[in-house]
């Protein structure tokens, strides 16, 4: 899996959830430890390109 970046430092996504909407796609990702590495909400057409 890539690694998802969030300021200076870089972390693995060990977990990565995805709820599917008609014009939101909220993404959630946490490491091994069970911290959020990431956490918003994309467009449809921004969710491919991330």
Do not use: N, Y
Not at 9 to 24: F, M, N, S
Not at 40 to 47: G, K, N, V
Request: charged share 35%.
């Amino acid at each position: 899996m890539e690694q998802i970046t969030r300021g200076d430092r870089c972390r693995e996504a060990t977990r990565v959830g995805v709820d599917l909407a008609k014009q939101v796609i909220q993404v959630h990702a946490v490491d091994r430890r069970g911290r959020v590495i990431t956490s918003r909400a994309l467009r449809r057409d921004q969710f491919l390109p991330w």
